[in-house]
């Protein structure tokens, strides 16, 4: 399809495992964006990337989160040995030209629940 | 530091009214960037209105419009005659291209909007 694609979209696991999220971009968008919802509350800033190169990982919650573009396209976020505080809807968002000035377009996200 | 304060967390109304969704920001930038988004019950965020720091211009689409106030740091948006289908969460996200924090969107909590028929 033509809008950012993101799986899992649903994703259990046992506290203690590690989960790998993927998000497809838009083709041709440079930049590519994470963001962490939890309930109830707005989306707040993970990292970001510049095609290949993150420029921007000030959002990450800790060590254990962990975000490659390896080939500027798709993005992979993991997180090592999860904690229940890391249940959340995962989104990704990419835009066409670098930095924050223009319109993110958003996937449907994958949602996170740690047992 | 940048801040998105949406006061009003759940509104309801009948349809076919009207209704303004409050938004107020912080910054220290002279450059940046103010979005609307919805996001309905499935989940996705859909892009509604970017405005730059420098257009203070009102601006109409449909039955949605927007009024961007330096003065007050405001940028709210009001669905004229509302529908059902306008129910979703909405947020308010401001951006600093220029500046030397994050590079994303900062987010306000969102306001819940119940349009009942």
């Known amino acids: 399809g033509a809008g950012v694609s993101q799986s899992p979209r649903y994703k259990v696991a046992k506290r203690g495992q590690d989960v790998a999220l993927r998000c497809d971009p838009i083709?041709?968008?440079?930049?590519l964006f994470w963001y962490q919802q939890a309930l109830g509350q707005g989306p707040e800033f993970l990292t970001y990337?510049?095609?290949?190169?993150?420029?921007?990982k000030s959002g990450l919650p800790s060590d254990r989160f962990f975000a490659e573009r390896p080939e500027g396209s798709v993005s992979t976020l993991k997180i090592q040995r999860t904690q229940q505080e890391d249940s959340a809807v995962y989104l990704c968002a990419s835009s066409s030209l670098s930095r924050g000035s223009q319109p993110q377009h958003f996937g449907d996200g994958t949602r996170l629940s740690i047992l | 530091a940048q801040k998105v304060t949406q006061a009003q967390t759940e509104i309801s109304v009948v349809e076919k009214e009207d209704v303004t969704l409050d938004c107020v920001y912080e910054?220290?930038?002279?450059?940046?960037?103010l979005f609307w988004y919805k996001q309905p019950p499935s989940g996705e965020l859909v892009f509604l209105i970017r405005?730059?720091?420098?257009?203070?211009q009102n601006e109409i689409s449909g039955r949605y419009s927007w009024n961007f106030q330096k003065s007050t740091s405001s940028f709210n948006f009001t669905i004229t005659a509302s529908q059902v289908v306008d129910s979703a969460v909405y947020f308010c996200a401001l951006s600093e291209p220029s500046g030397g924090g994050a590079d994303g969107l900062t987010f306000g909590k969102g306001t819940h909007l119940i349009i009942q028929p």
């Open positions: 083709s041709g968008h440079v930049s």
């Open positions: 990337f510049q095609n290949e190169a993150q420029l921007d």
């Open positions: 405005r730059n720091s420098f257009d203070e």
């Open positions: 910054t220290r930038d002279t450059t940046y960037y």
